[in-house]
């Protein structure tokens, strides 16, 4: 098993929006004033998008445009979790989760098993599973200054009723991670994040044709190899290839009634590594007197493809939208080669994804 991931790197660019909220304002001088995400960093204010709120406008377009049945969601008291079946949801495959329960224990008719009290035996059936996907937050590349919107609803009879809202425009970076090997495959050893399956779901995946592989890492005190469930590979491609074809189309935010904003990638940066590591991180900085003009570095750029260039394995695609940073085009040009392919954002996204299929086996 070759442990391969997906690192992938975007810029989308907005204007007057307010993307991800903060709650009620502290600065306003209005009863109904709400505050945008900000974060500083060396005395300088960035507004960001969280990361929970990017995976959720991302798996919800999963569910829009590539037809996921998302797993359905169980509140009890103060917890909330999934149906914890990466077997049936892809959702729970490719965004993880934590369920910690116990189920009743059945006889062969179906009936509980009692102790001597009386009462019903309770199996643990607690599992968790590490996202194969993680991201980073959406955060401005250069320093942003936020506006307080006045606005008021004033249909009604009667003094108007103000209320006020921090908008930006930005141009914001974000990173991403897919494990493909973690996709569609399935640890069944009892780890925290390790524990994927019950017993019940594994007894279901190997008797459905799912293959039963021993894990090359992971072995017990007696030097026998735990065991991992993992999916048909048409399966496990089509997961990861829905997930990153859903950039194409990632739509979402806050007050999008009347900030709408276009949240797709205007820049997009698809590899394959044999590493952990994120490689394309700072390829994207604010310069100028307050550091407030955003900047795509093509050196940072050279030097990353010339650093990772053992690890990088296949093709790297580079795509960009016209009327985006034009002023780059001629630069980015310099950068294409045998391995490098630079193109729209779309044909990028597409020419990785038909690289995957041949990555994931």
Known sequence: MELLKTQGFVLIDVDVVALNNAGASTTTNFDNGVATKTITKNGKKYAYVSGQAWRY???DTLKKDFGWDLSPITRESKIAFTDANPLKYADDDVFGYMKAAKDVILKE???????????EKKEDVTVTRVSPLKNSVLVSVASTSTVENWSSMARQEGDSVPYSKEEYSAIMKGMFSIDLAQVGTFATYNKTGFKNLTLKLQ???????????DDP????????????????????QKRAIDTIKALKTISGGAMQTNNMADVTPKFIIL?????GNHPFSHIAKGEGLYNNVAVLSI??????????KDQIKGQV?????AGFMDEIDADLQTLTSENVI??????AIDGYCTQLENQIV
Not at 271 to 275: K, R, Y
Not at 342 to 347: A, K, P, W
């Open 57 to 59: 406008w991302w798996r």
């Open 109 to 119: 008719d179906g009936t509980p098993e009692l102790d001597s009290k009386g009462k």
């Open 203 to 213: 007894e279901e995946a190997v008797s459905n044709g799912c293959a039963l592989l």
């Open 217 to 236: 890492f992971v072995k017990d005190a007696k030097g026998i190899a735990k065991k991992l469930v993992q999916l048909p590979s048409k399966l496990r």
């Open 271 to 275: 590899a394959t590594t044999n590493s």
């Open 299 to 308: 050196e940072a750029i050279k030097d990353v493809l010339e650093d990772y």
């Open 317 to 321: 695609f580079i795509g960009k939208r």
């Open 342 to 347: 630079i193109s729209s954002v779309n044909q």
